[in-house]
């Protein structure tokens, strides 16, 4: 995260947006930071009040009677957001202790997540992407990255894919084409599960893959290949 905003104020204007018909999350962080300034912090957000949260909607001269497409209590419910609360269900993990170095053989992983330690994200929509280092016999999380200041930018899925450009694979639930091809240019591998469940529960599987990896794998951890066939149907090929 760039010093324009912090990880939590992300976080926090992410699930604000979600509740806001209309109001895409790189719209509300332009709004919000005409009327703060950046950089934007939890502190910030904390001075947010309703009146404020109505005129950033609706322009400066708006009152109690004007329509920003949502009614008060839900206007409310928006601002305890931006304060953080009610955030517990989509709250960022804690982070496992790592330097770099600590994990010799281990590789880089990405998981688009929405809630808690879930690989529950597609590529393009994801409230964050947990990165992980992983070695056959251990498993860390060491960082959790929100994707709203890469949602602001003029090319969403670049920017994403710049945003995990240090991992060696990313899963997701889904990912298009044209996505795809950036997160490959990027030096990343997408690799799809279809049904949303546990990162580290994933990524177990990877690990038992580490000790004979694939070629795609292989050629990312330096080591010969083995088979590809049985990865086949969760690859997505460049």
């Known amino acids: 995260m760039s010093a324009s905003m912090t990880r939590e104020a992300a976080l926090r204007i992410a699930l604000a947006a979600r509740e806001l018909p209309g109001v895409s999350a790189a719209g509300l962080v332009t709004a919000i930071a005409t009327k703060l300034g950046m950089p934007l912090t939890e502190t910030?957000?904390?001075?947010?009040?309703?009146?404020?949260l109505r005129e950033i909607l609706a322009g400066d001269h708006a009152d109690e009677n004007c329509?920003?497409?949502?009614?008060?209590?839900?206007?409310?419910?928006?601002?305890r957001l931006l304060w953080g609360e009610d955030v517990a269900h989509s709250a960022l993990p804690p982070l496992d202790a790592y330097q770099?170095?600590?994990m010799p053989g281990s590789i880089r992983v990405a998981c688009a997540s929405n809630l808690g330690e879930e690989l529950d994200g597609h590529f393009g929509s994801c409230e964050r992407f947990l990165i992980y280092q992983v070695a056959p016999a251990e498993l860390r999380l060491?960082?959790?990255?929100?994707?709203?200041?890469?949602d602001h930018a003029e090319d969403r899925n670049a920017a994403r894919a710049q945003l995990i450009g240090d991992c060696q694979v990313v899963y997701v639930q889904s990912i298009g084409g044209p996505a795809a091809a950036k997160v490959v240019r990027a030096g990343v591998h997408p690799v799809k599960v279809a049904r949303p469940?546990?990162?580290?529960?994933?990524?177990?599987?990877?690990?038992q893959a580490l000790t004979s990896p694939?070629?795609?794998?292989?050629?990312?951890?330096?080591?010969k290949a083995a088979s590809l066939e049985k990865f086949a149907e969760r690859v997505v090929e460049p």
């Not at 910030?44 to 404020?52: F, G, M, R």
């Open 67 to 79: 329509v920003v497409g949502a009614d008060s209590e839900s206007l409310k419910a928006v601002v």
């Open 197 to 207: 469940g546990g990162a580290r529960e994933n990524l177990a599987r990877l690990q």
């Open 44 to 52: 910030k957000l904390a001075e947010l009040t309703v009146s404020d």
């Open 100 to 102: 770099d170095g600590d």
């Open 214 to 223: 694939p070629p795609w794998l292989a050629k990312a951890m330096g080591v």
């Open 142 to 150: 060491v960082a959790a990255r929100p994707t709203l200041e890469a």
